[in-house]
T-cell receptor, first 114, second 117 residues
Framework: AQSVSQHNHHVILSEAASLELGCNYS??????LFWYVQYPGQHLQLLLK??????LVKGIKGFEAEFIKSKFSFNLRKPSVQWSDTAEYFC????????????FGTGTKLQVIP | DAGVIQSPRHEVTEMGQEVTLRCKPI?????LFWYRQTMMRGLELLIY????????DSGMPEDRFSAKMPNASFSTLKIQPSEPRDSAVYFC???????????????FGPGTRLTVL
């Protein structure tokens, strides 16, 4: 079975700082990878996803993530955060090929200080 | 499409009472998922359905929890009897199958915040 690790549980940044949130997964085959965001009091929304092709994936609101297969990683980045990026971020993985069970990481709470 | 619809948005009940949470997935989606989110345990998958059939219910905490999907547009999650430790936000999500070309991105509903006193 697959698993996902998010090592940063709580990150505090000032506005305009750069962001990188770590995500590592464990699975022996090909995978689909996702980052979801949950703003305070809201439901999860998809930020970006990787299925195949270019390992550098660009998502909404200036976020991007890079899939490094050799490191089993899919880190989320943003060059300059805003106060409105304060949210919880979840990395998720599912095996490719029709199996639908998605495994979510434990989440990283990002607090951006104005 | 209105997205995934859940009701009620908030539920406060007393220990021992039966609670029923409802979900309407996005039309045409093949998969439906029920999750529970708490501060202590994060986001947990409880059960998921494919074409109305339960596929994996290994995340259901115990026999007090049950879920049904009588048709493609409706699912329920029932807790009977409810206990204070069931207090959480319960999310429903739906997705297309991979073969449809839509990928398996999950679309989440707004959640039901359950408080059991």
């Amino acid at each position: 079975a697959q698993s996902v690790s998010q090592h940063n549980h709580h990150v505090i940044l000032s506005e305009a700082a750069s962001l990188e949130l770590g995500c590592n997964y464990s699975y022996g085959g090909t995978v689909n990878l996702f980052w979801y965001v949950q703003y305070p009091g809201q439901h999860l929304q998809l930020l970006l996803k990787y299925f195949s092709g270019d390992p550098l994936v660009k998502g909404i609101k200036g976020f991007e993530a890079e899939f490094i297969k050799s490191k089993f990683s899919f880190n989320l980045r943003k060059p300059s955060v805003q106060w409105s990026d304060t949210a919880e971020y979840f990395c998720a993985v599912t095996p490719s090929g029709g199996y639908q069970k998605v495994t979510f990481g434990t989440g990283t709470k990002l607090q951006v200080i104005p | 499409d209105a997205g995934v619809i859940q009701s009620p948005r908030h539920e406060v009940t007393e220990m021992g009472q039966e609670v029923t949470l409802r979900c309407k997935p996005i039309s045409g989606h093949d998969y439906l998922f029920w999750y529970r989110q708490t501060m202590m345990r994060g986001l947990e998958l409880l059960i998921y359905f494919n074409n109305n059939v339960p596929i994996d219910d290994s995340g259901m905490p115990e026999d007090r929890f049950s879920a049904k999907m009588p048709n493609a547009s409706f699912s329920t999650l029932k807790i009977q009897p409810s206990e204070p430790r069931d207090s959480a936000v319960y999310f429903c999500a739906s997705s297309l199958a991979l073969t449809s070309g839509g990928g398996n991105e999950q679309f989440f509903g707004p959640g039901t915040r359950l408080t059991v006193l």
